[in-house]
């Protein structure tokens, strides 16, 4: 069974920075698409940012420039760095996985792990 646990969630200004991290455990981590979701208080769950086996990412167009996503195989852990954080990024972030695939893809249905999330706010 896979298990995802986010992490670096937390309060910044408006500009700032943050690194969210998600440990992968149960599974073969390196052979998954791995993925990033966010949802914000009345609105549906977005994808923002996925990562397939082979290093190939894709990204929702309103975050490209500023939220890179990697991963440690070795550590078994995802990682999203947000740069230049704005106010309609306060959300709660959640991991995502979706074992023994070749490509990624990020609506929801996807995806069959999901972590509880970690909170990002950001303020103005």
């Known amino acids: 069974q896979v298990q995802l646990v986010e992490s670096g969630g937390g309060s910044v200004q408006a500009g700032g920075s943050l690194r969210l991290s998600c440990a992968a455990s149960?599974?073969?981590?390196?052979?998954?698409?791995m993925g990033w979701f966010r949802q914000a208080p009345g609105k549906e769950r977005e994808g923002v940012a996925g990562?397939?086996?082979?290093?190939?990412?894709i990204y929702a167009d309103s975050v490209k420039g500023r939220f890179t996503i990697s991963r440690d195989n070795a550590k078994n852990t995802l990682y999203l760095q947000i740069n230049s954080l704005k106010p309609e990024d306060t959300a709660m972030y959640y991991c995502?996985?979706?074992?023994?695939?070749?490509?990624?893809?990020?609506?929801?249905?996807?995806?069959?792990?999901w972590g509880q999330g970690t909170q990002v706010t950001v303020s103005s």
């Open positions: 149960g599974g073969t981590f390196s052979a998954a698409c």
């Open positions: 990562l397939d086996r082979n290093g190939d990412t």
């Open positions: 995502a996985a979706r074992p023994r695939t070749g490509y990624c893809d990020l609506y929801t249905g996807f995806f069959g792990y």
